[in-house]
């Protein structure tokens, strides 16, 4: 396994955004855990979920923070397709290392419900796209602010700044009304969306998907999204591929972040979905983090199976799963599918030169994928 | 306000457990809040809830450890008139200082729910307890440790070591067993099972319980149980009689700690009990308590209207109060009626001499009762 | 004790921010605890420690999102006279209830320390006092996001939408750079700042603060400042008044929420300010609050006494006060202080009246004063 | 790679505890991570760290609870060679899953000092246990519980039902004072003391430890000791082992908790202590873990680098690493030594038969290193 030297990286440039040679794990014969993942392998497998991204890429050379260059974007998730502030969902938080920001989320660890979209960016534009989220959310509810409650967006994070003039804080309200008008079933992952100037493990990174079919007696499926941007050795399926071809220019390289959105359509409590947020960091480790001081790790995890309505009906019988054996089924897909995306978010993302010629390398897939038939797993 | 004389106090010796002569705060005219009690003011108000508790005093003079002087007991709280492990309840417990030991705790706070009786008793007693605990329920499930789940019985404590021996651990298997067969309606107070050697706020104190009739449309009472054993200036009914009662021997006398048992039998979420046990703090401030450095201050708060069989029945209906201001309710009962049983658990209790001619002086009623009506709150 | 009808509340009117008419309640003759107050009875008793705030307050009549009227601001606590970022400082935060925002929560719980000013302001402005304090800190700071890490910046909030367009979010980054601007010794009180459209306790409440005098071998101070927002019927120092002067009227007027922030000098790990933080619910108690539903019940508490250097120093002597009994007076300093910083936002706001009418009524000082003296606590 | 059928297994017997024909991955050819591992690559590197260990095999045939067969143990971890009570040392806790029981847990993350020896055993042997450490520590300490605080002892648990009479707690006050006695460098593993009748991951377990050396400028070692029993697909250095030969039998063996407690000589503070406590789940996820339902992970790590003394020195200076990223290295150490200790305590361990000729297997060491060198990892 060879590492291209910086010059030769930079002479593959320029660099594609989401490109159609890269290609997810599964489709290269890689296969991560037993369960079986849902018709999509992506967190859109749960019937109501939509995502929609916008990447913002501009500019090249020397830093001038303002201008750029630009290597940035937001992600928002529709928890489902009516308005979530009227039809709240239940959701659960876990903060497995808080060194990063989720808006929102004492509120969700709190009430155990979610009702606004979740949207995705880099460190210092979450103030900008929380602020287009409570615009967004005020346009949709007249009563928001009046007669009714007001709300708490939830806006996760990680830091792009590598890449990206991270300064100029280039995602506006325009951006985040686009991401959620262009929401859909198709998830592009990769260097997309908030994943745009990010990455992991080593390696160009950004936005990753995966999901698995449940088998439990309700059915349903799990999915994942990460945006990926944090340290370690690359882990692909249990060969050490990082510790063959990081050095230090690419530990450089990696953010130090990984914000981790679960949804399904099965029942749950919001206690559950917050067990279910807590497995995220089995997936860490199994793919070379060791989860370091600077590192933002926080994992949500919702619930589309009932809408509530708490200003109008206080009391409502729930559908619940009781804290039993049952739930190792979901958790085994919260690892399972949590590896899996974050390995899509490696896998997909192109080789990219951002500001002051800093370079985050693409995996190189072919060797990769010889290192992996040679360790037999493949 | 005449403080009496360790002379004196002593000169009134001996002491009486329970005392007829002591009242309960409303009966001398105290109304705590704005809420109704429940039928006994007790925990025992929600239905099928009962307490059972065995005091344990012999011997007088210098502590031999082993021998005594004894003053302890064991308080035992049964959820309901069945078979806990076999029909659990949903639960919540809050930690606000965690200076204390409550055995369990951690596997309520995952899983939200109990399943064996709740037992007090002194701080080195624990190990003692929970080991009857488990015999307890070794003796009535046959199926525990063999083809069924293990349990992780709940000891709560407290230090009753300025009166008593504590080292002697004096609470054995078959108090415990006593205090389970003994459990009923009736709840004494004051001096009596695992409060027998506890004082709070200055004066001697040790089990207290009070309870609020709840008016939401789920209807139900929601009653509190406390061991207090903690440091603080006494304020009654907002009064504050600690302010000129207390001296350092007084401030000396008190141990360091309570735990609270909250029951109702409205439905709810082990979430939502959760944070109905995380409000006791509030009471806490009310009656003098900065909640000192070595304050064990837990809690726990149960449901008992529904019953769950996690081995057979993974997936259950429930029925559920939303996280709304429906809740606010049984926020305010718990505060109201938490503040009302540490009341009680002072004023029901005599002045008592333990090891080492230490002495916890009962609070003086009359005088306490008259500043009250001097400040109007009589 | 009578109450002013809605008519001659808003005869009264215009009501003045920051009255001189209305004093603090220790000038009122009305003691909190046993300790001593600082020199200024103020947050700003931590000899570095400053605030800032900025007051909008234009318009009257109907609702007119984006327009009016207009009663919200912004208030800005500066931790130290330096550069926070460069020279950080240990802190705790303790979430009582999290039915609220305070962006940069996770990280201060995780990492024990803050590295930016600490903002408040109205639920809707979340976003844009964020992306503020992001300006400032970038221009102060060339290196964040370049060669630096980046910041996450702490931003808590209320709702005033009671009597505020907070639809319109007025608050916007000029007001936040006056707000540090202006920061001084002197903390105007009352409906000033962030507190400029906030109600307690069922009347016009806003900013209060004060202090207590720490008696250690360590000395120094315990300041707090309050953005007071929450409901419960007030209890002045032991005097149920609310129950005696809320209507429904009052009752809807309180918003849901209380931000407490703790400053000393004294040197404090982590733990220990999370500790101090937490004590923060029993002053709560004691001036009426049963912690609502949707109340965010948020504290931070830090230590000026030693300046930290994570990029430069990793290994550095640290003074600390081990976890023992000798905390108990900061427990108590923190208890009393926070009880008479909420007292103090309410006796020094004068009635207002907001959007679409909406009064809040400032406490009835004479009338509070007589029942307090009847009651024995003047 | 041949599972054994159970008649072969069965054939095998009588297994050996402590065997020596088995032994450690690193003996093996395995080589977990990329760090150094201390002298003994056992916890016992730090310094004052000891551990020891009484196993208890008694009986074979039909479980008659209170008889037998007995296949279990207590291994007692002595923080230092002193008394622990006297000289207190700084901690931390983290609950991943909080289905167990390790009482003591809430001091230890309240004040973030441990003062008594960890004593690990099986589920209903937590009380006896608990009360022979008071036990020992009232008979090194005649001030317990007189003039000085009393203690909360620190007993973790697994459930080893499968193989032992769990029923009968088997484990007295003379086996936890003889392990106390006989506490020792030498750190048996596999089935030996608490781990005698414990499986992990398909496998018989028990025991396991490792130790990584610090490179920091603190210099010193991090050792890890588990006690192993819990779920999942074995994975060795990335190698899915179970998957090729885990049944449903092997599936029913395991238990469904790990308890995991590390030791360093670094000068850390709780907090720092707390998130080292926090990265053992990264390592569950690489041997395998989905961390299920029933799993009580709960780990617990300690700094013997200053001693406290909390009665008598209030305020002490500490040596104090800042949370910078001087940490990531203690984080991988954990990390990586937590995975080889784990897998320690795997391939330390035979075949055990138990209770109803339950059978637990050891690892087929000969088939698994095959396998390993054909993926090219040894």
């Keep these: ?111 155990g419900i979610i009702e606004t979209p979740i949207a995705l960016t880099n460190t210092l534009n979450v103030g900008l796209v929380h602020d287009a989220i409570v615009e967004y959310m005020l346009e949709e509810n007249a009563g928001i602010g009046d007669q009714d409650e007001v709300i708490l967006p939830m806006v996760g994070e990680c ?64 999915g994942v999204l990460v945006m990926a941007n944090f340290r370690g050795d690359l882990i692909v399926d249990g060969v050490p591929v990082g510790r063959n071809t990081q050095t230090e220019e690419t530990e450089r390289t990696s953010g130090r972040s990984i914000i981790t959105v ?22 860490l480790g199994k793919v070379g983090s060791a989860s370091c001081n600077s590192s933002g790790d926080i994992s949500i995890a919702f619930s589309t199976a009932e809408r509530i309505d708490t200003a109008h009906v206080p009391i409502t019988p729930a559908k619940e799963i009781v804290n039993s054996d049952a739930l190792d089924e979901f958790f085994r897909a919260t690892v399972e599918a949590t590896e899996e995306a974050i390995l899509n978010s490696i896998f ?21 994928l010889e290192l992996m038939k040679k360790r037999g797993r493949i």
Tied chains: 1, 2, 3, 4.
């Design 159 to 222: 830091d792009d700044s590598y890449l990206n003039d991270i300064r100029g804080r280039h995602v506006r309200r325009e951006h985040v009304f686009e991401a959620i008008r262009k929401a859909s079933k198709e998830v592009a992952e990769g260097s997309t969306g908030s994943g745009t100037g990010m990455s992991a493990l080593g390696f160009k990174a950004g936005i990753g998907t995966a999901s698995r079919r449940l088998a439990s007696s309700s059915g349903g499926d799990l």
């Design 262 to 283: 679960i949804a399904t359509d099965a029942p749950l409590t919001s206690s559950q979905l917050r067990r279910i947020a807590a497995r995220v960091p089995l997936a």
């Design 1 to 111: 396994l060879r590492l291209l030297s910086k010059a030769e990286v930079i002479g593959s440039y320029p660099f594609k955004v989401a490109t159609e040679l890269r290609r997810r794990v599964r489709e290269l014969g890689i296969r991560i855990g037993r369960m079986e993942c849902g018709d999509r392998n992506s967190i859109t497998d749960v019937p109501v979920v939509s995502v929609g991204q916008v990447s913002l890429v501009r500019g090249e050379g020397r830093l001038v923070p303002g201008k750029g260059p630009v290597r940035t974007g937001v992600t928002v998730i529709l928890p489902h397709e009516g308005n979530v502030y009227k039809e709240k969902l239940r959701a659960g938080l876990h903060v497995h290392n808080g060194a990063g920001e989720f808006t929102g989320a004492l509120q969700v660890m709190e009430w």
């Design 348 to 368: 997909t993302s192109d080789t990219m030169k951002g500001r002051d010629e800093h370079v985050s390398l693409g995996i190189p897939i072919d060797e990769t």
